[in-house]
């Protein structure tokens, strides 16, 4: 569910003999969303798994021995061999449906001018400049239940906040013989990521009036979201190949946000032209060119990736990786965050 709300304005003014636009806007958007997921419950797919007769009938081993784990009452033999061989309570039983409630809100506020600027050497110059705040947050809910003990979900509440403000100035110059630049700079700064230049020079060319050619070289940011800063769990159970034993091992994945992230940094070139042949009406071609090179680029290592470079003398991953008793399950699972 997502509600956008927003308000603004517009207006001139004269200042400096020259003539102002000016627009101003706030705006709220809320988003509500719901998971859940089908997923088989851990340690009741174990006791449920853990059949033997009793007198003359198949149970669960903890309903005939008896168990004080809650999670014991209401078990159901499952037979994991062939289809069609369980009934609905035995998959009720170990079924489930793990859940959580998560709300992000954004706030945004600018105010922005504009003018041309009249000189005696060259046409008008256009000129605008502005500022932005922006407010961006997450919280949640996920019931206890749905915590923990699950091959997939395993949810928690995220709660997290940052701030942006930016500052902005852009400009478009008319140059002679048909060539006009156009340059940008913007100055944003982070609560949690920091403070980040960035800019744009662009030049372009009609040498006739059929034929336009341009040329882009700029500095651009992409800051890290919500969920790369502040998530807190989730994740499935899965396998993957153990290094050291080279048999396969269940692992639980506890994937973590890094509030120590800061933008990824990219140079980006582009070239590019648009042929509009005027005895041709409504036929446009374009051609482009673009060089993009990332610096700081923010991603996640897998789980294998993550036990293959700990098992190649990588101490900082291998400090993501705990091991821990089996839990009903086969073989050692292996708890790691993304970092």
């Keep these: 569910e997502v509600n956008r709300y927003v308000v603004g304005a517009e207006g001139s003014f004269s200042l400096l003999k020259m003539d102002w636009k000016w627009d101003a806007y706030y705006q709220r958007g809320i988003s509500k969303n719901n998971i859940s997921l089908i997923s088989a419950h851990r340690v009741k797919l174990g006791y449920a798994t853990d059949a033997v007769w009793d007198d003359d009938q198949i149970v669960c ?70 500022i932005e705040h922006r407010s961006e947050k997450v919280s949640g809910f996920t019931p206890l239940e749905s915590r923990s003990g699950w091959y997939s979900g395993n949810f928690s509440d995220t709660f997290g906040k940052y701030d942006v403000t930016e500052g902005f100035v852009e400009t478009l110059i008319s140059l002679p013989a048909n060539f006009e630049f156009n340059g940008a700079a913007r100055l944003t700064s982070y609560s949690q990521a920091g403070e980040v230049v960035t800019w744009k020079t662009g030049l372009s060319w009609s040498p006739f009036s059929d034929l336009r050619l341009r040329a882009v070289r700029s500095r651009d940011i992409r800051a890290p979201n919500l969920s790369e800063l502040f998530v807190t769990g989730g994740g499935a159970t899965n396998a993957l190949l153990n290094p050291w034993s080279g048999t396969n091992s269940r692992f639980r994945s506890v994937p973590q946000g890094n509030l120590n992230l800061k933008p990824e940094k990219a140079d980006t070139t582009s070239l590019g032209l648009v042929y509009q042949p005027s005895f041709v009406p409504g036929l446009g071609l374009s051609i482009d060119y673009y060089d993009i090179k990332i610096n700081g680029a923010i991603a996640s290592l897998s789980a294998q990736q993550i036990v293959d470079r700990c098992k190649d003398g990588n101490a900082e991953l291998c400090r993501q990786i705990s091991l821990s008793l089996p839990d009903n399950l086969a073989a050692p699972r292996y708890d790691y965050g993304d970092g």
């Design 61 to 130: 081993r903890v309903t005939r021995d008896g168990s004080d784990d809650p999670l014991a009452a209401g078990c159901v033999p499952f037979n994991r061999l062939g289809i069609g061989v369980n009934s609905p309570e035995a998959v009720n039983y170990i079924m489930g449906n793990p859940s959580t409630m998560q709300r992000l809100q954004q706030d945004v506020a600018a105010l922005n001018f504009s003018t041309n600027i009249v000189n005696p050497w060259l046409d008008p110059i256009g000129l605008a400049f502005g």
